[in-house]
């Protein structure tokens, strides 16, 4: 299935506990920095619940035209989540505690690439330039650069998704 668009904007995902530890202040630093540049257009929608939801919102605020952020109400796990999945070009996953959190999994199925931390949980499952990207945990500058190389990837974006369906199926 087609994704990212000539000239379409790149769309990421980021679902997961709006806490600490699953790397959301990465994300609002790697937005500023992308936002200073002004060379990628992208969107980045964001859906969970937690302690931090407040400061998604407020980072929402300070979209501009070329990089948006969004905050989604939630949607119940299974078909509806599925479906949600479908309309992004792929899940951004920057935590920073150790672990292997089921997104990786769910991205898959949909034929979603990750970029994720180079943490030693989403190592395990991540493989990088096969089935996502991977990023140093907690650097915000390694991070824009993985969602800039995304940006100017779109067919390896989309390869990558495809070896990623593989991935879930094996």
């Known amino acids: 299935q087609a994704r990212q668009a000539d000239g379409a904007p790149l769309r990421l995902l980021f ?28 969107q980045l929608s964001i859906i969970g619940a937690g302690e931090l939801e407040a400061a998604c919102r407020e980072q929402a605020k300070l979209s501009d035209e070329r990089v948006q952020l969004d905050v989604l109400d939630p949607v119940p796990y299974g078909e509806p ?26 991205a898959y199925s949909q034929a979603l690439p990750v970029l994720a931390s180079a943490t030693p949980g989403l190592k395990t499952c991540v493989t990088e330039g096969v ?17 800039r190389w995304a940006a100017d990837h779109p ?5 990558l998704g495809l070896t990623a369906l593989a991935t879930a199926r094996a």
Do not use: T
């Open 131 to 147: 089935n996502g990207s991977l990023f140093a945990p907690g650097n915000a500058q390694a991070l824009a650069d993985a969602v």
């Open 155 to 159: 067919a390896e974006l989309q390869r």
């Open 81 to 106: 989540f599925f479906a949600l999945l479908r309309r992004f070009d792929a899940v951004l996953v920057p935590s920073l505690a150790d672990e292997q959190p089921r997104i990786v999994y769910d």
């Open 15 to 42: 679902a997961g506990r709006l806490q600490e530890d699953k790397g959301l202040h990465v994300i609002f630093e790697a937005l500023r920095r992308l936002r200073s540049e002004g060379r990628v257009r992208m």
